[in-house]
């Protein structure tokens, strides 16, 4: 099982960024999947969910309305669009796969000017 992460970095307060997150090894289709995150000093925090095929989604109270989560399940993918950003969104990201312990490595986004 593989949960490969890639996108994130350094953004404006205000800006945006986009989290893709590539599986393998299971049967994606079948798993609801989620992300992360975890910021310095802080508990890890559940940022938004998905059901597969993508039409149930939720999302912390702190996100809703600026992150969007979407996935392809025709190529293992989940994505997490993230608009207007702040700069308590500054944490390290997760994608996960629902009540299973697969993780993505991690992705660092920061948000700063």
């Known amino acids: 099982v593989q949960l490969v992460q890639s996108g994130g970095g350094l953004a404006q307060p205000g800006g945006s960024l986009t989290l893709t997150c590539s599986a393998s090894?299971?049967?994606?289709?079948?798993?609801?999947m989620r992300w992360y995150r975890r910021a310095p000093g802080k508990d890890r925090e559940m940022v938004a969910h998905?059901?597969?095929?993508?039409?149930?989604?939720r999302y912390a109270d702190s996100v809703k309305g600026r992150f969007t989560i979407s996935r392809d399940d025709a190529i293992n993918m989940v994505y997490l669009q993230m608009n207007n950003l702040k700069t308590e969104d500054t944490a390290t990201y997760y994608c996960?796969?629902?009540?299973?312990?697969?993780w993505g490595q991690g992705t660092q986004v920061t948000v700063s000017s």
């Open positions: 996960n796969a629902f009540l299973q312990d697969y």
């Open positions: 090894g299971f049967t994606f289709r079948t798993f609801p």
């Open positions: 998905i059901s597969p095929p993508g039409t149930t989604t």
